[in-house]
């Protein structure tokens, strides 16, 4: 399966915006879905994930509260929803598939990426 993020762009802090990450070349429903993000110079770092049914997510204590991740299996897409974004939010966005039923924060335990997005807040 191949996977295409987009909806990145440059927002205001405390804007919102909704990432998209659209599967091709088959169907996004085996797998669970995470957004993981990447600062200039450092490791890619968990974000949120979403199990294959869509009733399991979890997320970083960085983003909860504030992010929503979704699914919508007919559409093979899964959705990003960033609300009060913050300066220090500024980052490459990446979603990736897993095959993996549990235990998947870590970039390892994913077999798909897509390309990134990239998401700018400032002050």
């Known amino acids: 399966v191949q996977l295409q993020a987009s909806g990145g762009g440059s927002v205001q802090a405390g804007d919102s915006l909704r990432l998209s990450c659209r599967a091709s070349g088959g169907a996004i429903r085996p797998y669970a879905v995470g957004w993981f993000r990447q600062f200039p110079g450092k490791e890619r770092e968990f ?3 979403i199990n294959r049914s869509g009733f399991a997510t979890d997320y970083a204590d960085s983003v909860k509260g504030r992010f929503t991740i979704s699914r919508d299996n007919a559409k ?3 959705f990003l929803q960033m609300n009060a974004l913050k300066p220090e ?3 490459i966005y990446y979603c ?3 095959r993996q039923v549990t235990g998947r924060n870590r970039p390892q335990d994913y077999g798909y990426w897509g390309q990134g997005t990239q998401v700018t807040v400032s002050s």
């Open 47 to 49: 974000v949120t994930d």
């Open 76 to 78: 093979n897409t899964v």
């Open 89 to 91: 939010d500024t980052a």
């Open 96 to 98: 990736a598939a897993s």
